[in-house]
Structures are given as C-alpha cells and as structure tokens.
C-alpha cells in the first residue's frame, strides 16, 4: 500500500511538472509605450495669496505639452469637464 501511494504521488507530481513546462509561453512580449502619460500631482499658485492644489495631468511624451484637468460650473451652472 505504501508503494502504490509513493508510486501515485510520483506520477502526480511528474504530471503537473509537464503541464507546467508546456504551459510557458517562451516568447516575451514587451507592451507598448504611450504617448501619453497621467501623472497626479501638486502646484503652487501666487496671486493674492499661496495655495497648494493637486490634479491630474496629461503630457504628450513626444512634445512635452502638458495640460490639467479641470471641473467646476459653468456660467449656465452645469458641471463641465477638460482638458486645459
């Protein structure tokens, strides 16, 4: 009994050893760069007074432009959106 036991977990574990082998994909695939990278971070404004705010911005890697996102009311009161 104890060999029949020795002999299963043997092939048990030379059959899950296959699978796993077969189961590799020998090819790297490397992702593609985006153009455009999102990065959340902080500003500094000096008008009337110094106040520290943080957003989300969006750069263009091939140019180096960069714009905020901004939200608030618009002048008809409805809730708007962009990109500046």
């Known amino acids: 009994?104890?060999?029949s036991n020795r002999l299963f977990l043997c092939f048990t574990l030379a059959l899950v050893?296959?699978?796993v082998?077969?189961?590799?994909d020998k090819t790297t695939t490397v992702a593609p760069s985006s153009r455009f990278q999102l990065m959340?971070?902080?500003y500094h404004v000096n008008i009337s007074g110094s106040i520290t705010e943080k957003n989300l911005f969006k750069i263009?890697?091939?140019?180096?432009?960069?714009?905020?996102?901004?939200?608030g009311l618009g002048p008809d009161k409805k809730l708007y959106q962009e990109w500046d």
């Open 1 to 3: 009994m104890l060999i």
């Open 17 to 19: 050893v296959v699978v």
């Open 21 to 24: 082998l077969l189961g590799q």
């Open 40 to 42: 959340q971070g902080e």
């Open 60 to 71: 263009d890697t091939a140019t180096g432009k960069t714009w905020i996102f901004n939200t």
